[in-house]
């Protein structure tokens, strides 16, 4: 079995940056793919970006040039930084992983964290 827990969330002014990070905790082996997608409110819950343990990662086209996602493998960590925020990046975010290495497909879900962007 495999746990997430997200911290990072909150608020941002329009333009600014919010650092998401995520922990796995898992009974046997470390996850391969770890990731975010995120939900609005009214909205369907949609990909953000995904990292591998290699390193390999991909985005969705609204967030290119302005997130980036990156990995500890040592900590079971990934982490989602978030710059140049708008208004409609709103939404909580939710961690995933898998053992897997597709990019965009998790098996296991972490809790939410709210980001608000707003002035």
């Known amino acids: 079995q495999v746990q997430l827990v997200e911290s990072g969330g909150g608020l941002a002014q329009p333009g600014g940056s919010l650092r998401l990070s995520c922990t796995a905790s898992?009974?046997?082996?470390?996850?391969?793919?770890m990731g975010w997608y995120r939900q609005a409110p009214g909205q369907v819950r949609e990909f953000v970006a995904g990292v591998t343990s290699g390193g390999r990662s991909k985005f969705a086209d609204s967030v290119k040039g302005r997130f980036d996602i990156s990995r500890d493998n040592a900590k079971n960590m990934a982490f989602l930084q978030m710059n140049n925020l708008r208004p409609d990046d709103t939404a909580v975010y939710y961690c995933?992983?898998?053992?897997?290495?597709?990019?965009?497909?998790?098996?296991?879900w972490g809790q939410g964290t709210q980001v608000t962007v707003s002035s």
């Open positions: 898992t009974d046997r082996f470390a996850v391969n793919a």
């Open positions: 995933g992983a898998s053992y897997d290495y597709t990019l965009d497909k998790y098996d296991f």
